[in-house]
């Protein structure tokens, strides 16, 4: 017997209403894994995805369950019913193995709490000045994971200062901004140069992240003060695009200088 199903194939292929599922899988087999023990973290980590996975997976093909059985769970789809064993379901719900990782372009989603966001790429809607404070709300989450910092971004993105984010959409606010990091890896790719080694970065000290704001502003005011409140102003994606540009001929100089 076969089944003909389609499924998601990235994060930027979901509509809102998977992308709140997914959100919201993740938040309640989350919640339901923190009170069964685990061997390890790595076997935590595989149990809940693949929870998430498989719940994903049914119902964005409409499969349902009927009856669990040993040898093989009973299923309908489309009034037809059918038997899985375990190993064909996970071979199944391996189609959605993309959501192991965070999105690689911002995906967010469009209202929350009666407020609508602004462009996913932030193109549009955020100024440098907000764009910092996101930034720095981003690392001190690193450093110490406090949903109240995701929705005190949330306030921004979708510019209401009282918005009340359910769980699934302050998780949200995650994965918006994993995607909008790495986006702007790929955009502004001298700016946001990986330096070092291939490891893991340690997430920067608050210190760091305060004198690496100075630095920016620094960097497009030219250490004139008077524009400070100008650059702030500036479109987000326009002052990284000029802070890129800086990078780019900063490091050429130093190509130069260094074959001298």
């Known amino acids: 017997m076969t089944i003909d199903v389609t499924v998601p194939r990235s994060w930027t292929e979901l509509t809102q209403e998977q992308l709140r599922f997914l959100l919201s899988a993740m938040v309640s087999v989350n919640r339901a894994s923190l009170h069964t023990a685990f061997p390890s973290r790595e076997a935590y980590v595989a149990n809940t995805v693949a929870r998430v996975q498989t719940l994903c997976f049914l119902r964005w093909t409409g499969i349902t369950l009927v009856c669990p059985c040993t040898s ?34 911002p995906v967010r989603l469009d209202s929350v709490d009666g407020a609508e966001a602004i462009p996913a790429d932030l193109s549009t809607g955020l100024s440098f000045d907000s764009w910092l404070a996101c930034e720095t709300l981003w690392q001190r989450y690193q450093l110490d994971p406090d949903d109240t910092l995701l929705r005190q971004m949330a ?106």
């Open 72 to 105: 093989g769970d009973i299923f309908r789809h489309a009034g037809r019913e059918f038997t899985l064993t375990a190993a064909v379901l996970a071979s199944a719900i391996s189609h959605l193995d993309w959501i192991r990782l965070p999105p690689l372009e």
């Open 155 to 260: 306030a921004i993105l979708y510019r209401k200062e009282d918005i009340r984010p359910d769980d699934a959409a302050t998780l949200g606010i995650f994965f918006w901004w994993a995607g909008v990091k790495n986006l702007v890896s790929v955009q502004f790719p001298d700016f946001f140069k990986t330096v070092g080694n291939d490891e893991e970065p340690l997430p920067p000290t608050y210190d760091e992240i305060r004198r690496g704001i100075d630095a920016q502003i620094r960097a497009l005011t030219k250490g004139d003060i008077t524009k400070e409140r100008e650059i702030l102003a500036l479109d987000a994606m326009r002052a990284l695009t000029e802070l890129d540009a800086q990078a780019r001929e900063y490091e050429e100089l130093r190509r130069r200088y260094n074959k001298k």
